[in-house]
């Protein structure tokens, strides 16, 4: 059983105990035994699971969510491509700047050397 699963059958017992407190079957002090927790982290679980359910059953806008909509995978995949891109085209202008710069250096330092050479 992976990590995930594990977490899911707690989620599944939890939500079983607190659908047994809430119909009446047993106690809040029962549940919390029953998950071997306190009082108060049984009472905690509990809200937190109908205040999800509160927000799952909310009535939501008719349609597709926004967002939704204005996903385009193949335009996210672009724009990455070109941020991609622009990075290299930085990093290739910066190796070229250098070069120049190298060259500039390795030719002054060829005259001062002619120079030399010839007596100047």
């Not at 939890?14 to 002090?29: H, K, N, W, Y």
């Not at 990093?91 to 030399?116: C, G, N, P």
């Amino acid at each position: 059983m992976t990590s995930e699963e594990k977490k899911q059958e707690k989620a599944r017992e939890r939500a079983a105990v607190i659908m047994a407190v809430r119909s009446g079957q047993i106690t809040a002090v029962e549940g919390a035994i029953r998950l071997g927790v306190s009082r108060n982290t049984y009472y905690k679980w509990e809200r937190r699971a109908l205040e999800g359910m509160m927000r799952s059953l909310t009535d939501e806008e008719p349609g597709r969510p926004e967002d939704l909509l204005l996903a385009d995978p193949e335009k996210d995949h672009l724009e990455q491509k070109v941020k991609t891109l622009e990075k290299e085209l930085e990093t290739a202008k910066q190796s070229d700047f250098v070069r120049r710069m190298l060259a500039e250096y390795e030719e002054r330092i060829r005259e001062k050397q002619d120079r030399k050479k010839n007596g100047r």
